[in-house]
C-alpha cells in the first residue's frame, strides 16, 4: 500500500499554536515561521502529526484479525518525510521510519539502522532498498533499478540486497 500524506505544496492547517494558519510547507523549509513559531518548531509539529496518522493506521490494522494474529502483523508502512538531506538536498540522504508488524520478512524490529554515507564503503542507495524489499518477499533479482555512476567510479559493490537488513 502507498500512502501519500502530503507534499510539499499541501497547505498544513490546525497544527498546535497555528491552528489558524495555512502554512506553506515549501516556506517553513525556506526557514519561513508563522504566528511567532519557528520554521523548525513547525517543521517538528508537521512531523509530529504525520507521524500521529501513522499510527491511527496502525491501530486500525491491528484491530482486524487477520489469521493467528492482526491484519498488522502482515504490514509494513514506511514513512518517507517531506525531505532528505537538506529543503532543496541532492539526495544522499533520504531518512525514512519503517513501521512493521511481528510476521515481517525483514530483519528490522526494534532497530535503527544508519547505513554509511554516499560514495563511501558500505554505501547503498534506494535501489538497494527496492531490491531488498524484493528478494525478502520472494522475488530474488539481483538488483533494482539504475547503478550509481558515482560508486561505479569508486569502484563501490552497490549491487544486491542491503544484507544487514535481510533474515538469516
Same mark, same amino acid.
Given at each position: 500500500?502507498? @500512502?501519500?500524506?502530503?507534499?510539499?505544496?499541501?497547505?498544513?492547517?490546525?497544527? #498546535?499554536?497555528?491552528?489558524?494558519?495555512? /502554512?506553506? =510547507?515549501?516556506?517553513?523549509?525556506?526557514?519561513?515561521?508563522?504566528?511567532?513559531?519557528?520554521? %523548525?518548531e513547525?517543521?517538528?509539529? =508537521?512531523?509530529?502529526?504525520? /507521524?500521529?496518522?501513522?499510527?491511527?493506521?496502525?491501530? &486500525?490494522? &491491528?484491530?482486524i484479525?487477520?489469521?493467528?494474529?492482526?491484519?498488522?502483523?502482515?504490514?509494513?508502512?514506511? @514513512?518517507?518525510?517531506?525531505?532528505? %538531506?537538506?529543503?532543496?538536498?541532492?539526495?544522499?540522504?533520504? #531518512?525514512?521510519?519503517?513501521?512493521?508488524?511481528? +510476521?515481517?520478512?525483514?530483519?528490522?524490529?526494534?532497530? @535503527?539502522? *544508519?547505513?554509511? @554515507?554516499?560514495?563511501?564503503? $558500505?554505501?547503498?542507495?534506494?535501489? +538497494?532498498?527496492?531490491?531488498?524489499?524484493? +528478494?525478502?518477499?520472494?522475488? #530474488? /533479482?539481483e538488483?533494482?533499478?539504475?547503478?550509481?555512476?558515482?560508486?561505479? *567510479?569508486? &569502484?563501490?559493490?552497490?549491487? $544486491?540486497? /542491503? *544484507?544487514?537488513?535481510m *533474515?538469516?
Amino acid at each position: 500500500m502507498t @500512502y501519500t500524506i502530503d507534499v510539499l505544496m499541501t497547505p498544513m492547517t490546525g497544527l #498546535p499554536g497555528n491552528e489558524t494558519d495555512q /502554512i506553506s =510547507i515549501h516556506e517553513v523549509g525556506h526557514s519561513g515561521g508563522y504566528s511567532g513559531v519557528t520554521a %523548525e518548531e513547525i517543521r517538528d509539529k =508537521i512531523h509530529f502529526a504525520h /507521524i500521529s496518522q501513522v499510527k491511527t493506521i496502525v491501530d &486500525k490494522l &491491528k484491530a482486524i484479525p487477520e489469521g493467528n494474529g492482526t491484519m498488522f502483523d502482515h504490514t509494513m508502512i514506511m @514513512y518517507f518525510p517531506e525531505g532528505g %538531506e537538506a529543503h532543496h538536498g541532492v539526495g544522499w540522504e533520504a #531518512p525514512f521510519v519503517i513501521v512493521a508488524g511481528d +510476521n515481517c520478512a525483514l530483519d528490522i524490529l526494534g532497530r @535503527y539502522t *544508519r547505513l554509511p @554515507y554516499h560514495a563511501t564503503e $558500505g554505501h547503498k542507495t534506494i535501489g +538497494n532498498w527496492y531490491t531488498t524489499l524484493l +528478494n525478502a518477499h520472494g522475488n #530474488p /533479482i539481483e538488483h533494482y533499478g539504475d547503478l550509481d555512476l558515482d560508486m561505479s *567510479r569508486k &569502484k563501490l559493490d552497490q549491487v $544486491g540486497s /542491503i *544484507r544487514q537488513l535481510m *533474515r538469516a
